[in-house]
């Protein structure tokens, strides 16, 4: 069988050189879970919510299996590849240049655009308590401190998204577990099967609303990107498994929950669905508390998604891909110019915020899906060609091995990739943006690899 090509990684590693390896796994894991549990699950849940009723309980199973089997892929190779350029490195090694920087520059642009919808819901939520300042304010404030968090040194950066994520980590378990002594207590009538049954939008609900549940679980892959910081390559079997572990019991928790105790008619995107429980449950200073929480959340997925926005175009500075200026370090050891490049996101929210704050949030998450579950795709093909090259001695000697194997991630790929051209083809404006984005990006590509002068592969 053909060997992976190690030239080509040694290459890439040694055009990463500079990043300060100093990310434990804890840190690791909470910078994936930070980026994950934000605006998808506490805000977009409800959106979830509407449209597959109770039974978007199956949404997010098929949402979880589907991400485990991305979650083993990308631990398996970056557990032999550790790099910045994560999925990207893994597409350009494993399939070809083409899909390489595809899958980079699409999550690039997806990742730093859905900033904006961090910032966006954090205003709403401030609104919660000062509903006469205006929403600008917010993400003009919020965005400056997470400026300066991601401008000092990746183990700062590190400790700081540790703590903000354990704060909504921690307060969401308790939620689960106060939500379901609630239900087994008798306190509040289980809502699972009152408004029209279990499948009231019909059995096909339920898979409509997977696209909203993955979404939710995006922020998985981002653990990918932080292995070209780990303290140790040793680390990141442990934290692959650990984020998605994770993950999915606190989702699988919290929307079991949400569902059993909140009418799902009378979810809203407005407001966080977990605020409604707790004032639904008659406990006002608790709803408050939770308000923080969430406030919390989306932020630490926006400074989450900054890192990973600024690393990857960090990698594309450094490999001919972007700029070589993206490619320069601060002595923090942080790319401040790709850093600010990476926050258009934030300009994006203010324009959006002012034009149509009502329904910005639903904008941007369509925007930003595209190239999120694209890179999911890429990633699964990449370990299926990854996987294909090794003999059975080799696949024995992984530093991690995927319990799923070459056969779950050929699932995870057609599942995936149909999750893509639902999303697509849903709606004429997701058509043509889609072919938009994607035409653009392959123009860019043509130029790039022009003025590289690299070789076809």
Known sequence: ?????????????????????????????MVAVGGSIGTGLLLGSAAALEM?????????????????TVSMALGELSSMHPAAGSFGLYGELYLNQYLGFLCRAAYWAAIAFSIGAELTASAAYMAYWLPAVRGEVWVILFSA??????????????????????????????FILAGAALLLGGRVAPQYTVHGGFLPKGPIAPLL??????????????????????????DIPRAARLTFFLLAGVYLGAIAVLVGVMPWNHAGVSESPFVSVLRLAKVPAAAYFMNFVVLTA????????????????????????????????????????ALLVSSYGIVTALIIENWAPKQAFLYIMGAAFSGLIFSWVVSLAAHV?????????????????SPLGMWGSMIGFVLASAT??????????????????????????????????????
Request: zero cysteines; hydrophobic letters at 45%.
């Open 420 to 457: 893509v051209l639902h999303t697509l083809f849903s709606t004429r404006i997701n058509e043509i943006g889609g072919f938009v984005f994607f035409a653009a990006l392959t123009v860019s590509y043509f130029l790039l690899k022009r003025r590289r002068g690299s070789p076809s592969q």
């Open 145 to 174: 401190v997470l400026l300066l968090v991601n401008l000092r040194s990746v183990h700062a950066f590190g400790r700081f998204e540790f703590w903000f994520s354990m704060i909504k980590f921690s307060t969401i378990v308790a």
């Open 385 to 401: 060609s990854f996987r294909w090259r090794l003999t059975a001695q080799q696949v024995a000697a992984l530093p991690m091995r």
């Open 209 to 234: 609303a997977v696209f909203w549940a993955i979404y939710a679980f995006g922020g998985v892959e981002m653990l990918a990107v932080t292995t070209g910081e780990s303290r140790s390559s040793k």
């Open 52 to 68: 597959a009723g109770p039974s978007v309980i199956l949404s997010y199973v098929v949402a979880a299996f589907i991400t485990y």
């Open 298 to 337: 989306a932020l630490s997925g926006a400074n989450a998604k900054l890192y990973v926005a600024s690393r990857l175009l960090f990698s594309m500075g450094r490999t001919g891909w972007a700029p070589a200026r993206l490619g320069k370090l601060n002595h923090s050891g942080s790319p401040r110019l």
């Open 1 to 29: 069988m053909r060997q992976p090509p190690t030239s080509e990684l040694a290459s890439e590693q040694a055009h990463e050189q500079g990043l300060h390896h100093q990310l434990t796994v804890g840190q690791m894991t």
